[in-house]
């Protein structure tokens, strides 16, 4: 037992700051720990149930008897227990005897450990047994601000990146293996971050980790907790950061969960309207009570602190911040002023954000937001939310819409694509294209273009040249990169087998090549949250269908002039405005890099987007091309 933890007894102060909501701490008092209690070694437990008639713990430790270790209750509904026959992987469970006399059957809300699924109960874990070996990445991040880095995220669902040849959870890579084969291709492609779906334990495959049950334990399919911890180390000694979905706008209604816990809604609001999400079939915290913004809060430091992860997407936002989302007329109730923000929600995220970020330099918060709600990546003491990142889902849409247009319509939807920089700047965004765009009949990226199969390589790569133009941090979801046919599904691995096509290869070269121009360039990300780091040169070429802009970074840094053609039509006289006099080198085309210092383009003193200077290019059908240039004030 690790002796840096001590005193695991619930004392009046830790009540205190508990009903407070301030014991950000709160997994160190709460659920199972490793004990020792006049000179003999065991296992306490404690557990939040007021309105419990009274608790107890049962386990094999006990033979599951309900009467044997009856828990006593301290203050303010906190039931505590020193059992000296249980030990660590003892499995257990809380019998709540509720005031209605009926007896139910509980998981730990703050077990660090649980069975694997169907099984439901919790295991007393040593967490603090593991030797992290991160220090370096730690201090590095401490000192980094996100927000003019590079962040490419490679969006990842553990249990389908990639599969064992079997037909049960023998199938899962575990946790280690993940560790060497992902962090491997992960470097290999260039990425700067993974961001993990599914990792918080949750009971129900089909809802790939978004109706969570355990908020303080990795999932137990892919391994114990100390091999996701070996996980984020490894990742992190080959300098790859690690972001985690994080869930605190809803639960699932599993009669072993958080549901009901003690007979009554404790962890949810009373009332229905309030209560439920009916388009999810879940329940919705109650932001009110103290206790449960204190579980929440605490959940977020538990992976940060406990687990050294770099981030959290915080899922679902809007659903958190406005009371009638999903909802009809009379199907919910308005705030105190008559209005449909959540006002409990909204001061949940500002403490939550304001104590994480506080505590942990170099922390990034993301929200899930799809909304209008103004100052999400503002600090709260400007009366923002205050996440580091948001979510771009207007630009996604519109992207995502234009994309799957017959190149002949697309003159029509010209805006769709020039829209999203008239609000680029109003918040900290990062461009998207998630999990939840190759789903459902969605298609994946590929099978969404239009055309036959070459020319759907060819826009899906014009496509992604233009979101590494465009301002923002990128998220893009696994299989992606290389040109995933079929839409994706949990319950099998990615198509790893098309990379066997030269297609599919150079689909995931050409990305990779993306990602090496993202780190190379500061252009392209120095200056994402402000307008001098964006400039068009043509955003009205409508009728071709062409567009090109210039991308500016810090002092003199070199800046990046891209052109994309999203047409079939080779346009052998095109013409491209440019600021000034001087060199333009073409550093990547359709085709991926160029390398050759040849590629040099001397600008004339040709009128052209309403510029003094221009020089001529050959843009291919559905061609693309990356300039670099040095800038002059």
Known sequence: MNNKLKNFKFGELDAHLFAQGTHYEIFNKLGARLDSQNGQKGVRFSVWAPNAKSVSVVGDFNNWNTKSDVMEEQARGIYEIFIPEAREYSIYKFYIVTNAGEGIYKTDPYGFYHQKRPETASIVYDRTKYEWEDSNWIEKRKKTVWEEEPISVYEVHPGSWMCHPHENDERFYTYRELAHTLTEYVKKMGYTHVEFMGIMEYPYEGSWGYQVTGYYAPTSRYGEPEDFMYLVDYLHK??????????????????????????????????????????????????????????????????????????????????????????????????QFGGNKNLEAEEFLKHLNSVVKGRNQGVIMIAEESTTWPGVT????????????????????????????????????????????????????????????????????????????????????????????????????????????????????????????????????????????????????????????????????????????????????????????????????????????????????????????????????????????????????????????????
């Not at 995933?484 to 099998?492: A, I």
């Not at 307008?531 to 991308?551: L, M, P, T």
Request: with cysteine; glycine share 8%.
């Open 238 to 335: 080959h300098n790859i950061g690690v972001i985690l979905d994080w869930v605190p706008a809803h639960f699932p209604k599993d009669f072993h969960g958080l549901s009901l816990f003690d007979g009554s809604t404790l962890y949810e609001y009373e009332n229905p309207l309030q209560g439920e999400h009916p388009q999810w079939g879940t329940k919705i915290f109650d932001y009110g009570k103290r206790e449960i913004k204190n579980f929440l809060i605490g959940s977020a430091i538990f992976w940060i602190e406990e687990y050294h992860i770099d981030g959290l997407r915080v899922d679902a936002v809007e659903s958190m911040l406005y009371l009638d989302y999903c909802r009809q007329e009379g199907q919910w109730i308005p705030n």
């Open 378 to 633: 503002k600090s709260p003491e400007e009366g923002g939310l205050g996440f580091t990142f948001k979510w771009n889902m207007g630009w996604m849409n519109d992207f995502l819409e234009y994309m799957k247009l017959d190149p002949y319509f697309r003159q029509y939807h010209h805006h769709k694509l020039t829209f999203s920089i008239t609000y680029a700047h109003s918040e900290n965004y990062m461009l998207v294209l998630s999990h939840d765009e190759v789903v459902h009949l969605k298609c994946s990226m590929l099978s969404k273009m239009p055309g036959f199969f070459d020319d759907k390589v060819k826009n899906l790569k014009a496509a992604y040249v233009f979101m590494l133009g465009h301002p923002g941090k990128k998220l893009l979801f696994m299989g992606q990169e290389f040109g995933q046919l079929t839409e994706w599904s949990e319950e099998r691995e990615l198509d790893w087998y098309l990379l066997g096509e030269e297609a599919h290869r150079g689909l995931q070269e050409f990305e990779m090549h993306l990602m090496k121009l993202y780190k190379e360039y500061p252009a392209l990300y120095e200056l994402d949250n402000e307008q001098a780091g964006f400039e068009w040169i043509n955003a009205d070429d409508s009728a071709r269908s062409i567009y090109s802009f210039i991308r500016h970074g810090k002092g003199e840094t070199e800046s990046l002039l891209f052109v994309c053609n999203f047409t079939p039509m080779k346009r052998e006289d095109y013409r491209i405005g440019v600021p000034h006099k001087g060199e333009y080198e073409l550093v990547m085309h359709q085709n991926g890099l160029v390398t050759s210092k040849e590629s040099v383009f001397l600008s004339e003193a040709i009128h052209c987007d309403n510029r003094k200077f221009s020089f001529a290019y050959v843009l291919e059908a559905y061609g693309v091309g990356i300039f670099k240039f040095k800038r002059e004030d």
